[in-house]
Nanobody, 126 residues
């Protein structure tokens, strides 16, 4: 299983970025992709996740209304559109994959995710 995260960068407060996570090698059709982030000196935090089979998505409260997760199953890619970025969104963002049952809410806890991609740095600063 391989996960390739990309799309990070430096952006001013109020700006936008779109992260991508390309997945390969997972044999089941029923899985979720989660986005997590970790800022220096802080614990890893769940940001958003989506079940790729049925599109059920979940967001942590701090990004609700600003971030949108979506998937393109033909490309085995999940996107995280991040708008109205704030300095506190600065972190290394990771994507990960977890098995999930059809119709179930995807998890947003790191221990549920078995495979992780490399991180992509997001820096929000003026």
């Amino acid at each position: 299983v391989q996960l390739q995260a990309s799309g990070g960068g430096l952006v001013q407060p109020g700006g936008s970025l779109r992260l991508s996570c390309a997945a390969s090698g997972f044999t089941s059709d029923y899985y979720a992709i989660g986005w997590f982030r970790q800022a220096p000196g802080k614990e890893r935090e769940g940001v958003s996740c989506i079940s790729v089979s049925d599109g059920i998505a979940y967001y942590t409260d701090s990004v609700m209304g600003r971030f949108t997760i979506s998937r393109d199953n033909a490309k085995n890619t999940v996107y995280l559109q991040m708008n109205s970025l704030k300095p506190e969104d600065t972190a290394v963002y990771y994507c990960a994959i977890a098995p999930v049952e059809l119709g179930a809410r995807p998890p947003l806890v790191a221990k549920s995710y078995h495979y992780w991609g490399q991180g992509t740095q997001v820096t929000v600063s003026s």
